[in-house]
């Protein structure tokens, strides 16, 4: 299971991610003709490439919708990717007025570095009306919605993080505050541990979330905003031997006793005890005085794709963001909680969401949720300026694959 959060390197972001629909004949590739009508002149064939993982969440909501609107869509295909291939290829597809991707389920990296190349078709500003699901949005999630302007529509949504994970049986008390987690560091050097944030979502939360743990002047701007958050690094890289370069190394690495703290998000807590790849005993802790920094994905229609295939789309968004279909986004915990808008309990999920969430979640998260602000993540600019900066000056030289 592909619990990555689709996290680029810094030197690709800004070039990432795009995907797009078969264009109208004899029509630019960037455009798109005509106003979209209410629904297909005939059932159309959609082609689906998710960068996010987001399919585990939203692959049976999009199949029920297949099922019950056979006379909207027909058929979909689905493809997955890896997001800093894709800017390149697909661009070349538009501007050879060949492009074979419909929809694109994406993260805020993939949303905005199409956006700085003009990629995305403009839904909203013409047809929010049609997803009055959107109303509904959870306050954070609607946060999260503002940040995709008028391009993406937030399909999940999860408060994610920074969280610490560790084995109650090697720290049987846990660092409560960012100054404790110095101190266990540098008596247990080696032992603490997140993954390069580039390519980790956790450890892009831990980045980004430090600035309002530590009291840093503008949690918003990295270079000039960050002076408490990067000499907290610098010191906390004295004490750690090596940076994985993935998320997934950090969990193996708690469950095989290498690393005894190690930073985590709600998703990644949950699903790799689900899995079995974390041993259902690890326990999470939040470091005091910390914000949530969320994380959302969103669908994107690029340029291009045909009157008729947007007009199955926004049927299809409209049919994800209801309670019923929203319900499935709790998945085995690996978004947790998942859904995006407001009243959806997991007595809605399916039978297995709720066994999962039932034995493996934490009835703490409901009041961690309630009780902490949350903050949407850097845009597209600054975390890559984020991402260079911590290669740079913290950890780059210790970045290792396991």
Known sequence: MHLQRKLIAATGLLAVLVACGAPAPNKPATESSGDVPD????????NILDVAGNLQLTQGMIDDFVKQHSDVISKVTYSKGPAP???GKIKAQQNANRVDIDLVLTGTD??????EQGLWTDLLTKYSDRLPGMKDYLPPAQKMQELGGKEGVTVTYYPSGPLLEYM????????????DLLAYAKANKGKVMYARPANSGPGRTFLMGLPYILGDKDPKDPVNGWDKTWAYLKELNQYVDFYPSGTADTMKSLANGSANIIASTTGWDINPRVL???PKEAAITPIQGFHWVTDAHYAVVPKGVSTDKQAAILQLLQ???TPEQQAKAYDKGYFYPGPAIKGVELAQAPQESKDAITEFGRPEYDKLIADNPTEVPLDAKAL???????????????????
Do not use: I
């Open 384 to 402: 890559v300026a984020a991402f260079d900066k911590w290669d740079r000056e913290v950890g780059g030289s210790k970045v290792k694959s396991q």
């Open 85 to 87: 291939e894709l800017a």
């Open 39 to 46: 629904k297909p002149a005939k059932a159309v064939t959609l």
């Open 319 to 321: 049919f994800m963001l």
């Open 168 to 179: 109650p049986s090697k720290v049987p008390t846990p660092p409560k505050t960012a100054d």
């Open 276 to 278: 079995g790849t974390v």
């Open 110 to 115: 993939g949303l905005a570095a199409g956006r």
